[in-house]
């Protein structure tokens, strides 16, 4: 694209609150943007805005967007590097949104997978729910967007937000760089402790047992993969065998908090039995987890922090989404509000 200026390659991701962050969001993705924040330039919106497609409690909602928030800078993602702000902060999301709007065939809406299976769960559709992937594409292209870090479910959003930048641009000319959606890596694909053969999901996290969550107590941790699944074998070795699903994951978690090398982690559990493993894997998970949960037990009694490192997110999220959204404005063919 033409209009990339030599500049620090832009990150834009957005979460959705539904359900409790686990370790497989942890090591599969969060550690990911922390370790990119630097190199980058990131932009992670807390998608409130989104989260309204489907009924809310409005006192429930305002706790989770602080929920997500703490969690977020608890894991490391840190404000000075990255921006980390809330959605409905940045008015430009909803002004650019309806623009696009007026450049999307419903067509092109009706059609997404997500649309389809959300909308069937509904008795009544809300129009916002159809216009879902709009505003999301006004998330993205707001913030000249390079990359797109997400799950594969979202893929789809993302080339259709695509689709979006290239048919405005051949309207009105030259406006949006068309974004690039970025799949994890395989490898960290965390399986469910009571389920090795699928993996852990957030939807699942509240089942005892399924998921170790990046807020559990310590003893609760232990008591999660205590009653890992397993097999009724004893060899505790890292490989792909169906039948070591389990205790292949517990390995895996285990390197992914301690950093030891695959020999090392062999040779330590030589000669021992699950019993042994499943402690130690707890204890690792306890451990790496500890700086997150002492982080997100104080930052979320301080309302007036939070709220402070979320304007000071918002600021930052404005002072690009708005001279752009200006740029579109004045593209459709809008008068300048301005005075002179
Ligand atoms: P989700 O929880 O499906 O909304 O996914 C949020 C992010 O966490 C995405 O980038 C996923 O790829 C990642 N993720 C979710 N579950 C796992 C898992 N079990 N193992 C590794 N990464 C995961
Ligand atoms: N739809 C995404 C999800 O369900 C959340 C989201 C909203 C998003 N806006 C975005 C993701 C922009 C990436 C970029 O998780």
């Known amino acids: ?10 990150v834009f991701s957005g979460i959705q609150f539904s359900g409790t962050l686990h370790i497989g969001n942890y090591l599969g993705a969060i550690r990911q943007w922390v370790a990119v924040q630097v190199e980058c330039e990131n932009y992670f919106c807390i998608v409130d805005m989104h989260a309204i497609t489907i009924p809310q409690d409005p006192v429930l909602l305002r706790r989770k967007t602080r929920e997500l928030a703490a969690l977020y800078l608890a894991c490391g993602l840190d404000p000075l590097q990255s921006t980390i702000f809330v959605q409905s902060h940045v008015r430009a999301h909803a002004e650019c949104c309806w623009i696009l709007n007026c450049v999307t065939p419903v067509g092109w ?27 999301q594409a006004a998330d993205i292209l707001l913030y000249d967007s390079d990359q797109v870090p997400v799950g594969e479910d979202q893929k789809q959003h993302v080339e259709l937000a695509r689709d979006i930048a290239q048919r405005f ?7 949006f760089v068309v974004p ?17 053969e699928h993996k852990m999901a957030k939807s699942q996290a509240h089942i005892a047992g399924h998921a170790v969550c990046l807020v559990d107590e310590p003893d609760a941790i232990r008591r999660t993969v205590r ?61 790496g987890l500890r700086p997150i949960r002492e982080r997100y037990a104080r930052l979320i009694e301080d309302h007036a922090e939070l709220d402070r490192l979320l304007a000071l997110g918002a600021a930052r999220a404005r002072a690009v989404a708005e001279p752009k959204v200006e740029e579109v404005k004045h593209k459709v063919g809008f008068l300048s509000g301005d005075e002179g």
Not at 1 to 10: N, P, S, V
Not at 121 to 135: F, M, N, T
């Open 227 to 287: 009653r890992a699944v397993t097999d009724t074998g004893r060899e505790i070795a890292f490989g792909d065998a169906p039948e070591k699903a389990g205790v292949n994951n517990l390995l895996e978690i285990y390197e992914l908090f301690t950093g030891q090398e695959r020999a090392a982690i062999e040779a330590h559990f030589a000669g021992q039995g699950y019993a042994a493993l499943k402690r130690d894997v707890a204890e690792a998970i306890i451990e």
């Open 1 to 10: 694209m033409g209009i990339k200026a030599d500049r620090r390659l832009r």
């Open 169 to 175: 641009n051949r309207i009105y000319g030259e406006t």
């Open 109 to 135: 809406l009706e059609r997404m997978t997500q649309y389809k299976a959300k909308s069937q769960a509904q008795e009544s559709v809300l129009a916002g729910l159809l216009d879902y992937p709009v505003l």
């Open 180 to 196: 690039e959606p970025v799949l994890p890596k395989s490898g960290a694909r965390i399986r469910a402790l009571n389920d090795p």
